[in-house]
T-cell receptor, first 114, second 115 residues
Framework: AQSVSQHNHHVILSEAASLELGCNYS??????LFWYVQYPGQHLQLLLK??????LVKGIKGFEAEFIKSKFSFNLRKPSVQWSDTAEYFC????????????FGKGTRLSVIA | DGGITQSPKYLFRKEGQNVTLSCEQN?????MYWYRQDPGQGLRLIYY???????QKGDIAEGYSVSREKKESFPLTVTSAQKNPTAFYLC??????????????FGSGTQLSVL
């Protein structure tokens, strides 16, 4: 069974700082990878996804993530965070074979301070 | 206005009581899911359904039951066998199945608390 590890439980950054949130998964086969975001008081929504092709994927609001197959990683990055990026971020994976639903990491809470 | 509607927003359960959380979608999605969200635990899958009249257990199905009699509805019952039901419950749907890489659309959630 696949599993997802997010290394940071809570990250606090000042505005304009660069962001990198770690995500590693355990599964030997081909996977689809996602980052979801939950802004305060809002629904969970898709930030970006990787299925195949270019391992560097770009999402909404200036976020990007890089799939490094050899490291089983899919880290989320943003060059310069804003106060409005304060939210909880979830990495998720599902194996292409097996028709299984998404498995989520435990989430990373990002607090951006002025 | 298309989307997923969960109700109620807040629910209180007495000991020994079964309670049912509603989830309705008008997106014409085939697959529906129930996740439980606890602080620091992320989202854990309770049950999912990829077609009407069929559903599968997720990672933490014990103490829960579901039905999928209609495409648009996937209610979750938290039974008295669930000893730690206090959590935030999220319903989601997707157009295709997990294998077709469809993104999930989430409802606004139901916060269940035990009295």
């Amino acid at each position: 069974a696949q599993s997802v590890s997010q290394h940071n439980h809570h990250v606090i950054l000042s505005e304009a700082a660069s962001l990198e949130l770690g995500c590693n998964y355990s599964y030997g086969g081909t996977v689809n990878l996602f980052w979801y975001v939950q802004y305060p008081g809002q629904h969970l929504q898709l930030l970006l996804k990787y299925f195949s092709g270019d391992p560097l994927v770009k999402g909404i609001k200036g976020f990007e993530a890089e799939f490094i197959k050899s490291k089983f990683s899919f880290n989320l990055r943003k060059p310069s965070v804003q106060w409005s990026d304060t939210a909880e971020y979830f990495c998720a994976v599902n194996a292409i074979s097996g028709n299984t639903p998404l498995v989520f990491g435990k989430g990373t809470r990002l607090s951006v301070i002025a | 206005d298309g989307g997923i509607t969960q109700s109620p927003k807040y629910l209180f359960r007495k000991e020994g009581q079964n309670v049912t959380l509603s989830c309705e979608q008008n997106l014409n999605h085939d697959a529906m899911y129930w996740y439980r969200q606890d602080p620091g635990q992320g989202l854990r899958l309770i049950y999912y359904s990829q077609i009407v009249n069929d559903f599968q257990k997720g990672d933490i199905a014990e103490g829960y039951s579901v039905s999928r009699e209609k495409k648009e509805s996937f209610p979750l019952t938290v039974t008295s066998a669930q000893k730690n039901p206090t959590a935030f419950y999220l319903c989601a749907s997707s157009l295709g199945t997990a294998a077709t890489n469809e993104k999930l659309f989430f409802g606004s959630g139901t916060q269940l608390s035990v009295l």
